[in-house]
């Protein structure tokens, strides 16, 4: 492995430990929805070595400009009108190769936040309209970090935890980019990385994460970033970082990820949640068809939830990255 993916590879088994979990070999149907794999094992390709025909991994997609997908990286930005054709359309990036930022869309422009480059880390804010010019804005008060979450609710672009020197517990929100104000020192829900922020029932949820190597499985959500309500402090899902999150159908969805066992020893998993309210959660599978992994790099684009590979099991079972591409859709 060279470049962020070794890192990338690296700092996720310093956390998280070994993996253990087999890849499931039969389908489960969820109820009233169905996954597909939309491309096989093989299809996808690390930054550097990426070539047309394959689909970038290791980088989160984001529904932005002209209405089509974005992955944006330190060796280049892509995007996808259908998220299996990917085209590069930059390979000279202001930033360095780096593992942990935030790419979000925000006031029809791509805003990518933070990270870490070559073990230092950073705060530094670059957007751009197209994906090829990319400007900086002003260094923001928040301190640097990695695997932190961003979103954007109520015109708003909001920064949310993540780790520097320790795990971290603040909230920050601007209304431009330029000028940031802290919202919250220190919010009630524990410090955390590699948690998820989505926007649910017009409030900010977070969801999950890890401090150390303890694995959570709450749920938190704000109408301002101030004031938090926990909806559950153990959902009936395992703790786990980096797992799949998202809101589909006016329900929250938390699928696969990695789970932390004492010692420091982590499992990949493949299982599927979905709750009406946060508090009251349904298996939805115990085993959904792909492969135990963390599906971190998953949007929902065009009424589709789209899982673009993750750190886990690969198609023989070892541990790796897997590079299939999977949609869940709702079905009569």
């Known amino acids: 492995m060279t470049g962020a993916r070794h890192r990338l590879s690296f700092l996720l088994l310093a956390w998280i430990g070994s993996t253990d979990t087999a890849p499931s070999s039969s389908a489960v149907p ?3 929805y169905q996954w597909t794999q939309v491309l096989p094992f093989g299809s996808g390709a690390f930054p550097e070595r990426w070539t047309p025909g394959r689909v970038p991994l290791a980088l989160k997609p984001v529904a932005g400009p002209d209405n089509r997908l974005w992955m944006v990286g330190g060796r280049g930005v892509w995007s ?17 190769d780096r593992v942990g930022a935030v790419t979000v869309f925000f006031r029809g422009e791509l805003w990518t936040l933070g990270g870490e480059e ?15 010019q990319w400007s900086a804005a002003p260094a923001p008060p928040w301190s640097p970090r990695r695997w932190h979450a961003a979103a954007v609710y109520r015109d708003r672009l909001w920064v949310l935890g993540g780790l520097d020197s320790r795990s971290r517990n603040d909230v920050w929100s601007t209304t431009d980019g330029v000028s940031w104000r802290q919202v919250s020192i220190r919010a009630p829900w524990t410090p955390r990385g590699g948690h998820a922020v989505v926007v649910w029932r017009q409030q ?3 969801v999950g994460g890890g401090l150390g190597s303890q694995g959570m499985n709450d749920v938190w959500c704000s109408t301002d970033g101030k004031a938090w309500s926990r909806l559950t402090a153990r959902a009936d899902w395992t703790p786990r970082i980096f797992a799949g999150v998202a809101v589909i159908d006016d329900r929250l ?17 493949n299982d599927v949640w979905v709750s009406r309210d946060g508090e009251r959660w349904e298996r939805q599978a115990e085993q959904a068809p792909w492969s135990p992994r963390a599906p971190e790099y998953c949007t929902v684009f065009r009424d589709k939830l789209w899982i673009f590979g993750g750190k886990g099991l690969e198609a023989n079972g070892k541990g790796g990255f897997a590079d299939d591409v999977w949609t869940l859709t709702k079905v009569p």
Do not use: Y
Not at 85 to 93: A, S, Y
Not at 118 to 132: A, E, F, L, Q, T
Not at 253 to 269: M, N
């Open 30 to 32: 969820l109820k009233g």
């Open 118 to 132: 070559r073990s230092i880390r950073k705060n530094d804010v670059h957007h751009s309209p197209d994906g090829v």
């Open 80 to 96: 996808s009108p259908d998220g299996i054709q990917w085209d590069r359309l930059q390979t000279e990036l202001p930033w360095g």
């Open 204 to 206: 900010l949820c977070v």
């Open 253 to 269: 969805w938390v699928f696969g990820g990695s789970g932390i066992r004492s010692g420091g020893d982590g499992t990949w998993l």
